[in-house]
């Protein structure tokens, strides 16, 4: 398997312009997640789906955030309009959660937003 | 809820040095407890993690971990590190049964392993 792939990579957009990252889970997986990561802050759980649901949005910053995930193998992550606070590194996870017991992530390579 | 504090941002250490990084965890229910690595311009990668049963567990790369329940604490060591090991290590917990959550990172320590 070719692991969780995120595009793009690397992003630099103008303040005001929309941006949408995208993610690909594992084939198989049913949860897949959006982290945050900046400096200040750490890693931030944006949001996360099981069996394209969403289950737990309340790390979306604010209305300028949404996400979507409209079959098992593709989500997509969009600010708009965007702002040079949302510079950060977004990470896509996604993972085979058991009904219970433990939920291991495996993560994607990040997609590094810069708002000028 | 479950919080996760990672004592030490930055740790850095000689090669072939013994290095222990340290995270204890809060949570009024039982955990799970998970450490990742993330190397430079790469995503997080799973390096152990306790479930259940003996409360020492170990990587493949020799990197340990003891879960102690009475200091709530779950601190990640290795007896020789190399420079390969120059990395950020984030210690995360997430709740025991229950339906699926989410893992609660810690802020991550920095280990930068010198020559």
């Known amino acids: 398997d070719a692991g969780v792939i995120q595009s793009p990579r690397h992003e630099v957009t103008e303040m005001g312009q929309e941006v949408t990252l995208r993610c690909k889970p594992i084939?198989?997986?049913?949860?897949l997640f959006w982290y945050r990561q900046t400096m200040m802050r750490g890693l931030e759980l944006l949001i996360y789906?099981?069996?394209?649901?969403?289950?737990?949005d309340s790390g979306m910053p604010e209305d300028r955030f949404s996400a979507k995930m409209p079959n098992a193998s593709f989500s997509t992550l969009k600010i708009q309009p965007s702002e040079p606070r949302d510079s950060a590194v977004y990470f896509c996870?996604?993972?085979?959660?058991?009904?219970?017991?433990?939920?291991?992530?495996?993560f994607g390579a990040g997609s590094r937003l810069t708002v000028l | 809820a479950q919080s996760v504090t990672q004592l030490d941002s930055q740790v850095p250490v000689f090669e072939e040095a013994p290095v222990e990084l340290r995270c204890n965890y809060s949570?009024?229910?039982?955990?799970?407890l998970f450490w990742y690595v993330q190397y430079p311009n790469q995503g997080l990668q799973l390096l152990l993690k306790?479930?259940?049963?003996?409360?020492l567990v170990e990587s493949i790369n020799g990197f340990e971990a003891e879960f102690n329940k009475s200091q709530t604490s779950f601190h990640l060591r290795k007896p020789s590190v190399h420079i390969s090991d120059t990395a950020e290590y984030f210690c995360?917990?997430?709740?025991?049964?229950?339906?699926?959550?989410?893992?609660?990172f810690g802020k991550g320590t920095k280990l930068s392993v010198k020559p």
């Open positions: 306790y479930l259940s049963g003996s409360t």
């Open positions: 789906f099981n069996n394209n649901v969403p289950i737990d």
């Open positions: 996870a996604s993972s085979l959660a058991p009904s219970s017991g433990a939920n291991v992530l495996t």
């Open positions: 084939s198989g997986h049913n949860s």
């Open positions: 949570s009024s229910v039982s955990v799970y």
């Open positions: 995360a917990v997430s709740k025991y049964g229950g339906s699926q959550g989410n893992l609660i």
